[in-house]
């Protein structure tokens, strides 16, 4: 039944990965907390590790398809890393409960942000559609901080980013966080698992479940991209919030329980 489960949530991460611009993070991490009843510290990194296989299907892929901005990637890249290896490590001190709070608040953030797209209300802040230091500085420390305190991939934060921050269309926003996250993601994941608490069963046990969510993930990544091109993603967004609904309201209620009581 874990197998099964692991195979079916790393190919729905993945997908949605590929398609979206996220790491799949949103999905592997309350579904492993939810359906399985692992430490929210442990499916953190299981979902961290799983990230890179995600990343590497849907940017090969957006590279044939040229959407992805090398420029661009070239500024957010180097503070990105330094973030996300930091806020793994700190956040390996942070208590269960706090983090699942945290992360459940964070997915009414992107409930928000999904609808806000669904309605056509977000709006570009950029100026014009230069690419510089500044702007790309200031992607890259939001976006790994929150990437490495959450166990995300931060495609949800790096694709609104880049696209109404350093001014990319959206397609060219979703292949850049593709190309920019698969570098990310490797190490906040390298941060996260040595640093990783004994009483969460250890680095065998992650890597063993790790195995049976990357091909999936893989598959479901590279599949996502292609449909980035072909599909219109409304539908898909739709079933994305119900989803991220679900999930923000069982992580507020959990991570709220354990902080109070």
């Known amino acids: 039944m874990e197998v099964l489960v692991l195979l079916s949530v790393g190919l729905i991460a993945g997908c949605l990965g590929g398609l979206l611009g ?13 359906l399985l009843g692992w430490d ?4 953190q990194a299981i979902a961290m590790t799983v990230n890179p296989a ?8 957006h590279q044939r398809n040229h959407n992805i901005s090398w420029q ?12 996300i290896c930091i806020a793994a490590w ?15 608040l964070f997915l009414l953030w992107v409930l928000w942000d999904q609808l806000s797209c669904l309605t056509g209300r977000t709006a570009p802040i950029v100026i014009d559609s230069k690419q510089t230091p500044v702007r790309g500085a200031i992607t890259g420390s939001v976006t790994g901080t929150t990437a490495g305190l959450l166990g995300i991939g931060g495609g949800l934060i790096q694709v609104p980013l ?9 397609k060219h926003a979703i292949g850049t966080s593709a190309s920019i996250m698969f ?14 608490p004994s009483e969460t069963n250890g680095v065998h046990e992650l890597f063993t479940r ?18 980035t091109n072909v599909l219109s993603v409304t539908y898909i967004r739709i079933v994305f919030a119900v989803l991220v609904l679900l999930a923000a309201y069982k992580m507020i209620i959990s991570g709220g329980g354990s902080v109070l009581f």
């Open 40 to 43: 929210f510290h442990l499916a």
């Open 90 to 104: 700190l956040s390996n001190s942070i208590p269960s409960g706090w983090l699942e709070l945290s992360f459940g």
């Open 162 to 170: 880049l696209n109404r921050l350093c001014g990319l269309n959206i």
């Open 22 to 34: 996220i790491g799949g993070s949103v999905i592997m991490i309350p579904a492993m907390v939810m």
């Open 210 to 227: 790790v195995g049976w969510l990357i091909p999936g993930a893989i598959i479901g990544g590279w599949f996502g991209a292609v449909l």
């Open 54 to 61: 995600v990343a590497i299907s849907s940017a090969i892929k």
């Open 72 to 83: 661009t990637t070239k500024y957010v890249l180097p503070i990105a890393v330094v973030c």
């Open 183 to 196: 570098v990310t993601a490797i190490c906040g994941a390298v941060v996260k698992d040595i640093s990783l």
